[in-house]
């Protein structure tokens, strides 16, 4: 697995530092074999006190690209989930992406217009179609 | 679908549709997500063909850098480089995994409540205060794998979350025992099944709330465990905070996260996610041929065993002759790991290795072992064998769900 940084505005250089000293190396080979995360330790305190959590997620700022072609996946796709994960499919026969648009609509219910469906498998055939 | 919901997701439509005609990849308005003003950090996984790259974000809450899967519902993966640091994965590098997309943002502790429902004696309605002062409190490791561990290695590929080998992680797991609460509610006679859900929601009216299920026995195995906190903190909120189950040596599906509803069944469970969801071929192994009809399908359940080589990768060089040190992880699924072998022969010959640590069956735990690599191309083959004497096979399993892969891992690097 290889890293590569691609800076892109302020403060770039210091972020991807951050990155890399988080998830890079930081022991040589041959360091002894010990656990990172210590476990509860010995003597502490019996009570366990849980704090509320308050958070913000963040959101997708991509759209599926293609223009008009686009237009059906995005209309009735991105409601439910953001687009990266389809665009990180590997490449799917007609017949299996038609699959998957009817599991979305009969299993999980989503709301696609039965005329949409059309467009929606001719783009992802046609973008993540097997060549 | 609650109001809100319906006003996000028309703004989001029509987000989409006002700039449909724009081409490229289109920056939504108003999003609070600031692309340019964020390093583009990516990571190109050792996937054998299709999209390699991916994102590697520090945007969400209470997590370090994670592998971007997908942000809405996140899909979050662990960097592998954090399982050469030790056999627990940290709680901010812990990989995530959501089915639905409203997911509660705020857990008020105090106005919380655990539901035991069904066919019990007394309906119960437990406060956090309730279960983490009220009940004997357990500690376990245990690893937390996704179904769909490594499913970007299935070939002929399938859809779905295609990821590398990072969606799993180890943690120290505390909590109490599921059977605890169920005695506290009194199980009746006949009943068959538990079934679990949380706080998450699906987007859409009519769709199928997750929620799953153990066999009434399993349930009360005194393993299985309600936690509350995970490596000595409570969870981060995408790991389930404020309780998530926790399922020893079954896959990542049935620990559900932010457990707020428990659910004792006089009869089988013909919901959604356990009938028709999460399914493999009754098969050794969950393997099947790609196309193959008439073959029995059941729910996943036991995880199998892996090994994996932490402190080399794909394309490393090593000193020809020179004495080298490999080590990394293994877990034996549904039990403890009897030994791990390396063979730098192509499997002919295995070569044990030490094992580190017990942190107890259902945990990583850690082998090294030195190897005198010769010159030109290595390759380092990785095998555990468990506890039962179940080893890992050489080849990849198959199933149209991508689910429970475990072949031999190799690594393939050269020397100079």
């Known amino acids: 697995m290889s890293l590569s940084v691609t800076p892109v505005g302020f403060g770039a250089a210091l972020l991807a530092g951050l990155v890399l000293a988080i998830i890079g190396h930081p022991e040589p080979p041959g360091a002894i074999l010990v656990p990172a995360a210590a476990p509860v330790p010995a003597g502490a305190p019996q009570t366990f006190v849980l704090k509320s959590v308050s958070i913000d997620l963040p959101t997708s700022n991509i759209a599926f690209p293609g223009g008009t072609k686009a237009e059906a996946i995005n209309a009735n796709c991105l409601a439910c989930h953001s687009a990266g994960m389809v665009l990180t499919q590997h490449n799917l026969s007609r017949a299996t992406w038609a699959g998957v648009v009817d599991k979305m609509i009969h299993a999980y219910k989503a709301p696609v217009g039965e005329k949409d469906v059309p467009a929606i498998v001719d783009y992802l055939t046609e973008t993540k179609g097997l060549k | ?416």
């Open chain 2, 1 to 416: 679908m609650g109001e809100a919901m319906r006003r996000m997701i028309g703004t989001t439509r029509r987000s989409f549709l006002g700039q449909a005609g724009a081409g490229g990849l289109a920056l939504v308005s108003g999003s609070a997500w600031i692309a340019s003003a964020r390093a583009e950090t990516t990571v190109d996984l050792p996937l054998p063909d299709g999209p390699r790259v991916r994102v590697v974000t520090t945007s969400f809450p209470q997590k370090a850098a994670m592998i971007l899967q997908r942000t809405r519902p996140p899909l979050l993966e662990t960097p592998f480089e954090v399982f050469d640091r030790g056999v627990f994965t940290p709680n901010d590098s812990f990989f995530v995994r959501w089915h639905w997309a409203v997911i509660p943002t705020e857990v008020d502790v105090n106005t919380f409540r655990l539901s035991v429902r069904g066919h019990v004696g007394t309906e119960l309605s437990m406060t956090l205060k309730d279960i983490v002062d009220g009940l004997p409190r357990v500690e376990l490791a245990a690893v937390n794998q996704c179904s769909g561990n490594s499913r970007g290695y299935t070939a002929p590929p399938v859809a779905g979350a295609q990821w590398s080998n990072g969606a799993m992680g180890n943690a120290k797991w505390m909590g109490v025992r599921l059977k605890d609460v169920l005695d506290r509610a009194g199980v009746k006679r006949g009943a068959e099944r538990v079934r679990f859900a949380g706080l998450d929601e699906p987007v859409v009216d009519g769709a199928p709330k997750l929620m799953k299920s153990l066999d009434i026995d399993h349930a009360r195995d005194g393993e299985v465990m309600i936690a509350y906190a995970m490596n000595g903190e409570q969870l981060p909120l995408l790991n389930g905070f404020p309780l998530r189950l926790v399922v020893p040596g079954w896959y990542s599906t049935y620990w559900v996260k932010m457990l707020d509803r428990i659910e004792v069944l006089d009869g089988p469970d013909d919901s959604f996610w356990m009938k028709s969801a999460y399914l493999i071929p009754d098969t050794p192994g969950a393997t099947m041929k790609p196309g193959q009809t008439g073959v029995n399908m059941v729910p996943i359940n036991k995880m199998v065993p892996r090994s994996f080589v932490t402190n080399l990768k794909d394309g490393d060089t090593l000193k020809a002759g020179a004495k080298t040190l490999v080590r990394g992880i293994a877990f034996g699924g549904s039990t403890g790991v009897k030994s791990v072998g390396i063979s730098i022969d192509g499997g002919a010959s295995w070569l044990p290795t030490v094992l580190g640590r017990d942190e107890g069956k259902y945990s990583f735990r850690q082998w090294q072992r030195e190897i005198v690599p010769a010159a030109g191309a290595v390759s380092v083959m990785v095998r555990c064998t468990n506890n039962d004497g179940l080893a890992q096979p050489a080849t990849l399993n198959w199933n149209a769900g991508g689910f429970m892969h475990n072949a031999i891992e190799i690594v393939h690097v050269t020397t100079s």
